[in-house]
T-cell receptor, first 113, second 112 residues
Framework: AQKVTQAQTEISVVEKEDVTLDCVYE???????LFWYKQPPSGELVFLIR??????QNEISGRYSWNFQKSTSSFNFTITASQVVDSAVYFC??????????FGTGTSLTVIP | EAGVAQSPRYKIIEKRQSVAFWCNPI?????LYWYQQILGQGPKLLIQ????????DSQLPKDRFSAERLKGVDSTLKIQPAKLEDSAVYLC??????????FGPGTRLTVL
C-alpha cells in the first residue's frame, strides 16, 4: 500500500518562530520520489523540493530545510524564522515506481504577525 | 518559461448544466494531469495522460466526466451534467515525464 500521512492538520506559530511540518510515507518500492508543495491562499500549488529514495542527504534552501530519514519513513520540512508569507497549506507527496502520485492531506500553517 | 495555463479561473453553473475546462501544459511536457481538490482536502487525481494516451483514469467518474488531450498538448476536462458535489478547484499539472509536477492556477467551480 502507498500512503502519505500528514498528521498535523493545522499549525499556528508566531512570526520568527521555527516550525516543522511532519510527513510520514508508506511504500514497498525501493525507488521512489518525495515532494513538498506549498499552496498559498491564491490556490496554485508551488513545487518546493524533490528527493529520490537513494539520497538521504538533508537539504537547506534559505529558511527551508528538509530532513529525509528512510529508517522512519519520514520526510519532514522545517521553516526557520517563519514569516507571514509562509502562511499556506503544505502538501507532502510520494511518486512510486509505478509513476503514481500520492498526496498527503496537507498541513495548514498560519504565521501570526 | 511559461507555466501551466488554465481557463477559466472561475465558473459558476447550475446543477445539471455542463462545463469545460482547458489546460495548456508547459511546452515539451509529455505528461499531463487533472486533479480535483475539494475545499480542505488534498488533490485527487482524476486522469493522467502520457502524450495523448490515457495512463490512469481509475478515479474519473466516467458517467459524467470526460477528458481528452488531442495532439498531445492542450487538454480539456468536461463535466456533463454537473452535480452539487462537483464544486471544487480543478487543477491541471504537467511534467516532463512522470516526475516533478508543475501546477496551473486552477479553475474554481461552483455548482448551484
Amino acid at each position: 500500500a502507498q500512503k502519505v500521512t500528514q498528521a498535523q492538520t493545522e499549525i499556528s506559530v508566531v512570526e520568527k518562530e521555527d516550525v516543522t511540518l511532519d510527513c510520514v510515507y508508506e511504500t514497498r518500492d525501493t525507488t521512489y520520489y518525495l515532494f513538498w508543495y506549498k499552496q498559498p491562499p491564491s490556490g496554485e500549488l508551488v513545487f518546493l523540493i524533490r528527493r529520490n529514495s537513494f539520497d538521504e542527504q538533508n537539504e537547506i534552501s534559505g529558511r527551508y530545510s528538509w530532513n529525509f530519514q528512510k529508517s522512519t519513513s519520514s520526510f519532514n520540512f522545517t521553516i526557520t524564522a517563519s514569516q507571514v508569507v509562509d502562511s499556506a497549506v503544505y502538501f507532502c507527496a510520494l511518486l512510486n515506481t509505478g509513476n503514481q502520485f500520492y498526496f498527503g492531506t496537507g498541513t495548514s500553517l498560519t504565521v501570526i504577525p | 518559461e511559461a507555466g501551466v495555463a488554465q481557463s477559466p479561473r472561475y465558473k459558476i453553473i447550475e446543477k445539471r448544466q455542463s462545463v469545460a475546462f482547458w489546460c495548456n501544459p508547459i511546452s515539451g511536457h509529455a505528461t499531463l494531469y487533472w486533479y480535483q481538490q475539494i475545499l480542505g482536502q488534498g488533490p485527487k487525481l482524476l486522469i493522467q495522460f502520457q502524450n495523448n494516451g490515457v495512463v490512469d483514469d481509475s478515479q474519473l467518474p466516467k458517467d459524467r466526466f470526460s477528458a481528452e488531450r488531442l495532439k498531445g498538448v492542450d487538454s480539456t476536462l468536461k463535466i456533463q451534467p454537473a452535480k452539487l458535489e462537483d464544486s471544487a478547484v480543478y487543477l491541471c499539472a504537467s511534467s516532463l515525464y512522470p516526475d516533478t509536477q508543475y501546477f496551473g492556477p486552477g479553475t474554481r467551480l461552483t455548482v448551484l
